[in-house]
């Protein structure tokens, strides 16, 4: 069946979620962590069957009861292989796919937010997601999460070309975003000024410095280094117009997810293994979103991809986020009523 799908560019597409080149790519880059010595009782599985079997159960959503039947191999072998792929998937190409970046990349990602959603000085927009799973033997009810399901936490900053910069994966589904995101390394480094964030600079010439930021929703705490909407019924113009700009900027993240949901149908349904593989199947996921975006670019899935399986987070009462986080919040609403950052659109939007 492998060798018919590759006769057939869009049929192989659909059944692997990416191009035959990218396969080959992949393959190529993970050979040697996937190649198995034969035995005396039986063969080994070759990597390219390895890598095949993988992401059909992530494009799928199929059993490994179910890629037993479709491969002819045992249910056990089935697992075993989906957890060696996944595993190897993320500690190879973590580095390439999902790097640290550099104070040029972080002004490149600002660049973006600035050209596609006129938010300046975003370098990221963060949300956390409920993964569905199978209950983890001994957990107890650390995963049960406010939906009354349970779940780990994927915790995620995107930029503005629908790619992740960032992911943490594993967090208890009982916890909060804001409390998930404030325990990642990421948030720790950036509390420390060891991330490479550029330098505060102002959003105009005649402008106080202002921090580079990101965006969440109403799930974050307010911080100098992240923005939230400002809460509320009764706001006035400035704050309106803030949050329709913060929003404009958030989709991203939001977009994101369900992309990454309407390829990789794992997502679909609750996955049951156990906590360490489910962290790698998710982590492979990500990878492979921003290796298949890279390689093959924008498909029709990617145009319209609302995301229904994967659960927000409830909103945090921690807003209060002190003077000087609520002074650069309010430096950027100004921004956005002034001559030189106001849109012609944004009254007619609130």
């Known amino acids: ?58 494009a799928s959503g199929n059993t490994f009861t179910d890629m037993h039947y479709a491969y002819r191999l045992g249910v056990s072998t089935i697992s075993k292989i989906i957890k060696d792929v996944c ?15 550099t104070v040029e990349n972080w002004k490149d990602i600002a660049d973006g937010f600035t050209r596609n959603a006129q938010f300046p000085q975003c370098i990221g927009a963060v949300d956390g997601k409920h993964v569905r799973i199978m209950k983890f033997p001994g957990s107890g009810s650390m995963n049960l999460n406010y939906k009354h399901f349970f779940s780990i936490v994927l915790m995620a900053i995107a930029d503005s070309n629908y790619r992740f910069i960032y992911v ?9 975003d804001s409390s998930v995101f404030k325990e990642t390394v990421f948030w720790k480094l950036l509390q420390q000024n060891a991330l490479n964030i550029p330098h ?23 911080s100098q280094n992240l923005l939230r909407p400002y809460g509320g019924h009764s706001l006035n113009i400035n704050k ?3 949050n329709y700009r913060l ?30 593989c489910a962290k790698d199947i998710v982590k492979a996921c990500i990878i492979l979103h921003n290796l298949v975006r890279e390689k093959d670019g924008t498909r029709v899935e990617d145009m319209y991809a609302p995301d229904r399986e994967l659960q927000n987070l409830p909103p945090t009462t921690a807003c209060r986020g002190g003077r000087a986080a609520n ?5 950027f609403a100004e921004f956005f009523v002034s001559p030189e950052g106001s849109l012609p659109w944004q009254m007619s939007k609130i």
């Open 1 to 58: 069946m492998f060798e018919k799908l590759r006769e057939h560019d869009e049929k192989f597409f659909n059944y692997f979620r990416m191009s035959t080149a990218t396969f080959d790519y992949l393959l190529e880059k993970l050979s040697c962590s996937l190649q198995r010595q034969d035995t005396q009782m039986r063969l080994c599985v070759p990597p390219k069957e390895m890598l095949a079997i993988t992401l059909r159960y992530l």
């Open 87 to 101: 595993h190897s998937i993320w500690n190879i190409l973590k580095d390439e796919y999902l790097p640290t970046p």
């Open 247 to 276: 929003c404009r900027a958030r989709r991203y993240i939001e977009c994101l997810f369900g992309i990454l949901v309407n390829k990789w149908r794992i997502f679909h349904r609750a996955i049951n293994v156990g906590k360490e």
């Open 327 to 331: 002074d650069v919040r309010d430096k």
């Open 168 to 176: 943490d994966i594993g967090a208890f589904g009982k916890d909060c």
């Open 240 to 242: 309106r117009i803030f």
């Open 200 to 222: 505060p600079s102002p959003l105009i010439s005649t402008g106080d410095n202002l921090p580079f930021v990101l965006v969440g929703d109403e799930a974050f705490a307010l």
